[in-house]
């Protein structure tokens, strides 16, 4: 299953187009030196995950919900205890609206994208989010989306949308910086979280094994990031627990590609 994280991709993808050349490397001390990088571990906290059953939509949302309650209680903690803005962000489920956000929203069977404006997470889920359900994969996808509104909450997703770039390779390149962002702080959540979900070694082996198989797609726009580089910045922030570890923005070219 290719892991779909999209809070600002396909229809950013269009905005970002009119933007203005300028050199790299990203400059902008909002992504580079943000206040999130300072403001240490995530405090380990306790998550239960609700029971998931294979083709049961109902216990998805139920269990979505449940690791979504989680991630406000930390983050919440988290980012208050260090001075930075707080605010619960609306979860909601069904049908994707066509022009949620002012997204072009895209045809697949499931999808959950993330609204800035609104800090609402939509999710839609279909056959494909049902199967194998008892995985890890579905806790890491709720936790990466919810990176995304912390990344509105900081200013990150602000100073994103406006850094200047000179082509479409370096528009795409800035996309991924992002998205790699939110995989590593879904790895924050989950080393803050994992003594209390009573998961074994196996199952982060078989969640790291299926990132690295995801990615993007041959063909399709490069706004994701290889599966390797999926992988490397998940257990990143999984093994560090900590948010410095997640600055994408400095990274070399190809801890992004």
């Given amino acids: 299953m290719r892991i779909r994280m999209i809070a600002a991709l396909t229809g950013l993808a269009g905005l970002l187009l009119t933007g203005t050349a300028h050199a790299y490397p990203i400059k902008d001390e909002a992504l580079t030196k943000n206040e999130l990088y300072s403001s240490g571990k995530l405090a380990a906290t306790t998550c239960e995950e609700p029971a998931v059953k294979d083709g049961d939509a109902a216990s998805v949302r139920k269990y979505w919900t449940g690791i979504q309650s989680c991630l406000n209680t930390a983050w919440k903690t988290h980012l208050t205890e260090a001075g930075l803005p707080f605010s619960t962000p609306v979860l909601k489920f069904g049908k994707i609206p066509k022009k949620f956000c002012d997204y072009d929203i895209d045809k697949d069977n499931s999808m959950s994208y993330y609204c800035p404006e609104s800090k609402t997470v939509y999710v839609q889920i279909g056959k494909d989010w049902l199967e194998d359900t008892n995985d890890l994969w ?3 996808l709720a936790s990466a989306m919810y990176g995304y509104h912390v990344q509105n909450l900081v200013g990150i997703d602000k100073a994103f949308q406006a850094a ?3 082509n479409k390779n370096e528009m795409n390149e800035q996309i991924r910086r992002q998205s790699l962002q939110v995989n590593c702080l879904s790895g924050v959540f989950l080393r803050s979280v994992w003594p209390s979900l009573g998961r074994t070694a196996k ?8 990132l690295k198989d995801s990615g993007d797609a041959k063909g399709e726009a490069r706004v994701y990031g290889k599966g390797s ?3 490397y910045w998940t257990k990143r922030g999984y093994t560090t627990g900590d948010p410095a ?3 994408t923005w400095t990274a070399s070219t190809s801890r992004v590609a």
């Avoid at 199952?203 to 299926?210: F, I, N, R, V």
């Fill in 138 to 140: 579905l806790f890491d």
């Fill in 164 to 166: 200047p770039y000179a």
């Fill in 203 to 210: 199952d982060w082996k078989l969640l790291e094994s299926g």
């Fill in 229 to 231: 580089n999926i992988a």
């Fill in 245 to 247: 570890s997640c600055n």
